[in-house]
């Protein structure tokens, strides 16, 4: 399977696209504003069929545009970004306006379907590149801001009275997250990219409870469902993104079920725990 | 030094006047109860000393500079909101998140910042119950854990909006004597926004009571008088004592239960106090 060069370029692409996505969802999820990721990717389905009209990459047209709306909801503050009515009129919008620029351009009813549902086999070699700078862009944003974010997005008032903009930091989540929304969208498709950005940050935080260990949980199950949804789609020539989707949702699922054993476990082991002689102010091995 | 120092004090919020011309001073080592219906204006006032809400008029101080935001030595436990019960986070990368959390880089912790979130669990009672994630937590539960937050970063000022809302009258009484203790224990100032003044009475020093704009500052017995209370609240009122509690009462009609009854949730607030109706 690895040698095909289309094969190959597909992991890269996935793989880089996956660990964006994965950390960047992690966060998403925490604040409660999937549904604005959601969006984004509408938007950015508008700028990429504006692209096609004008010649360029539609890559950089669904860049272009995701940022741009990213910045403005985030600019909009917590009262429009969080209201799921104005967010769904946005985004029924802008797949109209997709529309209309498709209208416009016949030609190019496959790409349409490569963009709303994505195509990871056929990525070409230099977008990978593209891909990997975007994603380490994302990446270095994202660790720079993450510990004020996490404060703003667990806290939001104490935040600010320590002296954190809460809207500075929203309007650069949502830039990276519309930079990882045009990413991922080159994998699953604007109209997938849940799958990839949500999924596995929600599976990871209803497993764990530690930011740290969401985090790399989340990015390690978007990277397995990415990979193995490609290598699924090569044995069964079924698209890459149905698997990828099956096996988000899939994963979200078993880890929802109900799992009865494990919290009386831990109960048990805290009251263990209690039993003990008085609390020291030591800290404590976590 | 006083640790709060309002002068002449004017704050307005979208261009209505919430504190019009207050005056106050509170000082080192004092636990104050900040009372008054709802929309007197008591998250305003914290939020105010936390440098949040510029006043119009007049100048605030604090530990004697300016009120400015980003203050570490000031701590704030906000008015519990909902979003807090649906996030999967353990409490105790809750209470983690707050400690230099304005600082940019990765949100991992060395070994003292840990300590200092153990330090602030144990103060709290809430080690064991920050190994759950929030989710599995109960009001009561939660109000710890920010209580926890509020205590990172070793503040010398704590201002605790409405810990007492949706707990019963035993939770109420723990959280009340937690927060009396912790104020002994660390020698801070507190001061503790809540609805009705009977929970509160055995911890106070001074009551700061809040209605129309206005602002009375003192002991119990200074402020919780007929007189004062008719000028804030802008009617007859008359206060009644009761086996060492107290009632604000308007007409037949307990004033203090009557203005919080709307946000009391499923009820339970009503129970305790429904005699007083009668009294
Ligand atoms: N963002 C805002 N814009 C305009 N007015 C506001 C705003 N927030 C609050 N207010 C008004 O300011 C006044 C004071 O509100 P505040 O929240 O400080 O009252 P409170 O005493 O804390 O009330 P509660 O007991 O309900 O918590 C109220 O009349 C309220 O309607
Ligand atoms: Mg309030």
């Known amino acids: 399977m690895l040698d095909y060069d289309f094969m190959r370029t597909a992991f890269a692409a996935a793989g880089v696209v996956a660990v964006v996505s994965g950390a960047v969802g992690y966060f998403l999820v925490l604040r409660g504003q999937t549904f604005a990721g959601h969006a984004l990717a509408h938007v950015g389905f508008t700028g990429a069929t504006g692209a096609f009209l004008v010649g360029v990459a539609p890559l950089w047209g669904l860049v272009l545009t995701t940022v741009a709306a990213g910045v403005g909801m985030g600019l909009m503050g917590e009262r429009l970004a969080q209201r799921d009515v104005a967010i769904g009129l946005v985004l029924s919008l802008a797949l109209g306006f997709g529309l209309l620029f498709l209208h416009f351009y016949t030609a190019f009813a496959t790409q349409a379907t490569a963009l709303l549902f994505g195509n990871v086999l056929a990525v070409e070699t230099g977008t990978v590149w593209t891909l990997a700078a975007l994603g380490a862009v994302s990446l270095a944003a994202l660790a720079a801001i993450s510990r004020p974010l996490l404060f703003a997005s667990v806290q939001p008032e104490l935040a600010e009275a320590k002296g954190v903009s809460l809207r500075l930091y929203s309007v650069l989540f949502l830039a990276i997250v519309a930079l990882a929304t045009a990413e991922c969208a080159q994998i699953v498709g604007v109209l997938l990219v849940f799958s990839l950005m949500v999924g596995p940050a929600a599976t990871a935080q209803r497993v764990t409870s530690g930011v740290g260990t969401g985090i790399l949980l989340s990015v390690a199950l978007a990277l397995a469902e990415a990979w193995i949804g490609i290598a699924l789609a090569f044995f069964t020539d079924w698209p890459s993104s149905f698997w990828i989707t099956a096996l988000s949702a899939g994963a979200y699922l078993l880890a929802a079920l109900p799992r009865p054993a494990w919290p009386r476990q831990a109960s048990l082991l805290s009251h263990q725990a209690l039993d003990q002689p008085a609390p020291s102010l030591t800290p404590r091995k976590r | 030094m006083s640790v709060i120092e309002f002068r002449d004090v004017h704050l307005a919020l979208g261009g209505r006047p919430v504190l019009s011309g207050v005056d106050l001073n509170v000082g080192a080592r004092e636990f104050v109860g900040v009372l008054g219906p709802n929309g007197a204006g008591k998250t305003t006032l914290m939020r105010a000393v936390l440098g949040l809400v510029p006043p119009s008029r007049g100048a605030i101080r604090v530990l004697g500079r300016p009120a400015a935001r980003g203050n570490p030595a000031v701590g704030y436990m906000p008015q519990l909101r909902g979003a807090i019960a649906s996030m999967r986070l353990s409490g105790w990368d809750f209470v983690a998140g707050v400690v230099d959390g304005h600082r940019l880089g990765l949100p991992f912790l060395g070994k003292a910042a840990r300590a200092e979130v153990d330090r602030a669990l144990d103060l709290v009672g809430a080690r064991d119950l920050a190994r759950r994630p929030l989710t599995e937590t109960s009001g009561g539960e939660r ?93 007859a009122i008359d206060v009644v004592r009761v086996n060492g509690r107290i009632f604000v009462m308007s007409g037949h009609h307990d004033a203090e239960r009557d203005d919080h009854r709307h946000d009391a949730p499923d009820g339970r607030c009503g129970s305790s106090g429904a005699h007083a109706h009668h009294a």
């Open chain 2, 143 to 235: 109000q710890r854990l920010l209580l926890a937050q509020a205590l990172i970063g070793h503040p010398r000022l704590l201002l605790l909006d409405e810990p007492l809302i949706s707990l019963d009258p035993h939770h109420q009484r723990a959280v009340v004597e937690l927060a009396r203790s912790l104020q002994g224990e660390l020698g801070i100032t507190v001061l503790f926004s809540a609805h009705e003044l009977n929970p509160l009475l055995g911890a106070l020093d001074r009551v700061l009571y809040l209605g129309r704009s206005q602002a009375a500052l003192g002991t119990v017995d200074e402020v919780i008088t007929g007189p004062v209370l008719s000028r804030l609240y802008g009617s």
